[in-house]
């Protein structure tokens, strides 16, 4: 059940923008194709100046690798509320986190893998967006299976099963798993 | 899995559907799990499990247990929708490696190919991108990362 | 600092002694406030500061915010207790950039080259590798690096 | 006032010893100076042959480097409670985080700088390892003034000043500070 790169890509650029504007409420964000080609720097499906010279430092690394062969690559434009569109580079900690989450849940609703294990993605979020997060993982949880790593209690609220992992003083990990019934996660999350 | 970092005994996690959350105390084994799927899905990169060779996945040992000689992980997949092109309900994908370097994969009990095992999880967008599954504290990468990487993602979930 | 990153206008932050906690929602401004000490002492990298090239430290504009034309930031070090080879009681060590990338550096008001910043700080171990100041997701780096740049940390602090 | 590196890495050394055992209770940690040299491999201080096993790789790279010179390097050896001491790379994140902060600390005790600045340092510490940093700042708080940026309420707890800092939807930060009294702590972290 094989798709092209450009429907997947449409789809995601699709959902991409709904998420961006979810999880950055008075901002939005979309997807870019761009084409890394050594003398024409070309750019598909947009303006092309800024990308195009942001790629062209990869230019003569591209020529090795690919010979004449011109590269696509996905370029990510977020702002966030009140913002203007600045480098992807600049935006802070919990940003990233939220941007990369949108991503992959917009490839996600593109394209769904049977499960995702997320580690700790949420640790750069504050209270507001660790909300949002969780929100996603709500709407989402009856179209794949999320395994998610942490420490945060409230993302312990969301589950519909836990798994305690826990290590005895010889080195060996030991795991306990429940089912859990809205009653039962008040208590485990107390 | 078995052997397979913390876990030198047999441990087997059955993950329900839906959101399931995995908590504890640092360095109980929680990435290790992480880790492990990773690892039976065909990883190649000794970095992307946090070791430096591959055989640092093998259980070293810690008071009063030995060193395991191998490791050993198993991925089943309930596959009643016939997502995977393997014509059975479950998918069984096992991956072993020895302390002397010698491994092996298996489909359904069989031994077979990395290439096989890569080909089957591809279909469902699990292949060696493996974006799917995003370690501790890479969470960021996908931002940080160049613009053709983030194509080859997209392009391995088509 | 003014200008610098998202702080447009003056803004002057005073450090008590002990511990001080800065606190706030993602995206407010915490990190550049780290960014800029980090800059002001005299870090050549623009990656360190999250740019690409060093003029993105520069206030780029709003909503309804024109963008600034320079950054600059300005470390005020109480000398009292002689710690820094300096004579006088407070020492100010001052940045400045503007958009076409002509910048300078300031010691106690008098312009000075960075090499000369550079000396007056390492005295304290306020050097170049800039141990003192670990930034957002950097902290295991201490950890990830090689052998050879940690004693290169210690070097400084000596 | 500079000494050298030896006699600093003696004092780091000494303190680190201390700092990974409370860090780390049931456990322990040093640091050890390690000699990469293509031809001989010498390691001093200690028991030589897996470290120099692991410099080996780089001893190609050195050899470019530094010509004939023998560079030194810091070796971490960190031994958490009822583990064998293993790569370092295969610590968790928790591990890495505790690592780098005993580090920290120690090269603070053998040679303090009048500030540090720790944006987030405690992101990936669960409570009894964020219980054990935080008395490290309660400990040593007035010997150097301590910067720590934090979305933890308990890290809020141990300050002496709060420091608030928001955006408004112009794109632009401003920051509220205030002295804490004990009281205040508390209704500030309510
Ligand atoms: N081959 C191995 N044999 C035995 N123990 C190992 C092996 N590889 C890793 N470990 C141990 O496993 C521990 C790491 O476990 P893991 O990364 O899963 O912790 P974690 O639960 O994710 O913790 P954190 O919350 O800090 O991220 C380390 O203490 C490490 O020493
Ligand atoms: N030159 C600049 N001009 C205007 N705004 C900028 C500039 N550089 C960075 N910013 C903005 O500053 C914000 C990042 O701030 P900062 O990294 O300090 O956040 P933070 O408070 O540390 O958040 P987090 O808790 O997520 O780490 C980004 O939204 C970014 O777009
Ligand atoms: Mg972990
Ligand atoms: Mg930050």
Redesign the pocket.
């Given at each position: 059940i094989r798709e092209t790169f450009e429907e997947t890509f449409e789809a995601a650029s699709k959902h991409f923008e709904e998420l961006s504007a979810q999880l950055f409420p008075g901002g939005g964000g979309r997807l870019r194709l761009v084409t890394e080609v050594p003398a024409t720097q070309a750019v598909l499906g947009g303006e092309g100046e800024a990308s195009a010279e942001v790629e062209s430092a990869d230019a003569d690394e591209f020529d090795e690798l690919t010979g004449d062969e011109p590269q696509f690559g996905v370029e990510i434009e977020i702002t966030p509320a009140g913002k203007t569109m600045k480098r992807l580079s600049l935006l802070s900690g919990g940003e990233k986190s939220m941007t990369a989450i949108a991503f992959l849940f917009a490839v996600f609703l593109a394209k769904p893998c049977p499960f995702y294990i997320l580690?700790?993605v949420e640790a750069a979020l504050d209270d507001l967006n660790l909300g949002r997060f969780l929100d996603l993982l709500r709407t989402y949880r009856d179209r794949a299976q999320f395994i998610v790593?942490t420490?945060q209690r409230r993302t312990m609220e969301a589950a519909d099963a836990l798994y305690g992992?826990t290590?005895a003083g010889d080195?060996v990990?030991k795991v306990v798993s429940r089912r859990l019934g809205p009653e039962e996660l008040e208590e485990a999350a107390a | 899995m078995k052997g397979f970092?913390?876990f030198p005994d047999r441990t087997a996690l059955e993950f329900a559907p839906g959101v399931s959350v995995v908590v504890?105390?640092?360095?109980?084994?929680?990435?290790?799990?992480?880790?492990a799927v990773l690892w039976a899905m065909g990883e190649q990169s000794p970095l992307a499990v946090?070791g430096q060779s591959m055989q640092?996945?093998?259980?070293?040992?810690?008071h009063g247990r030995q060193a395991a000689r191998s490791a050993e992980v198993e991925l089943v997949f309930d596959n009643a929708d016939g997502g995977l092109p393997v014509p059975s309900a479950e998918v069984s994908v096992l991956r072993r490696l020895d302390r002397n370097g010698e491994g092996e994969y298996r489909l359904n009990g069989a031994r077979c190919r990395m290439s096989d095992i890569l080909e089957i999880l591809s279909d469902s967008g699990l292949g060696k991108e493996g974006h799917s599954v995003v370690g501790?504290g890479r969470v960021e990468a996908i931002v940080t990362s160049k613009p053709r990487d983030r194509r080859l993602l997209i392009e391995e979930a088509a």
């Amino acid at each position: 059940i094989r798709e092209t790169f450009e429907e997947t890509f449409e789809a995601a650029s699709k959902h991409f923008e709904e998420l961006s504007a979810q999880l950055f409420p008075g901002g939005g964000g979309r997807l870019r194709l761009v084409t890394e080609v050594p003398a024409t720097q070309a750019v598909l499906g947009g303006e092309g100046e800024a990308s195009a010279e942001v790629e062209s430092a990869d230019a003569d690394e591209f020529d090795e690798l690919t010979g004449d062969e011109p590269q696509f690559g996905v370029e990510i434009e977020i702002t966030p509320a009140g913002k203007t569109m600045k480098r992807l580079s600049l935006l802070s900690g919990g940003e990233k986190s939220m941007t990369a989450i949108a991503f992959l849940f917009a490839v996600f609703l593109a394209k769904p893998c049977p499960f995702y294990i997320l580690d700790e993605v949420e640790a750069a979020l504050d209270d507001l967006n660790l909300g949002r997060f969780l929100d996603l993982l709500r709407t989402y949880r009856d179209r794949a299976q999320f395994i998610v790593v942490t420490h945060q209690r409230r993302t312990m609220e969301a589950a519909d099963a836990l798994y305690g992992v826990t290590m005895a003083g010889d080195g060996v990990s030991k795991v306990v798993s429940r089912r859990l019934g809205p009653e039962e996660l008040e208590e485990a999350a107390a | 899995m078995k052997g397979f970092k913390s876990f030198p005994d047999r441990t087997a996690l059955e993950f329900a559907p839906g959101v399931s959350v995995v908590v504890g105390p640092n360095g109980s084994g929680k990435s290790n799990v992480t880790d492990a799927v990773l690892w039976a899905m065909g990883e190649q990169s000794p970095l992307a499990v946090r070791g430096q060779s591959m055989q640092d996945v093998i259980f070293a040992g810690g008071h009063g247990r030995q060193a395991a000689r191998s490791a050993e992980v198993e991925l089943v997949f309930d596959n009643a929708d016939g997502g995977l092109p393997v014509p059975s309900a479950e998918v069984s994908v096992l991956r072993r490696l020895d302390r002397n370097g010698e491994g092996e994969y298996r489909l359904n009990g069989a031994r077979c190919r990395m290439s096989d095992i890569l080909e089957i999880l591809s279909d469902s967008g699990l292949g060696k991108e493996g974006h799917s599954v995003v370690g501790q504290g890479r969470v960021e990468a996908i931002v940080t990362s160049k613009p053709r990487d983030r194509r080859l993602l997209i392009e391995e979930a088509a």
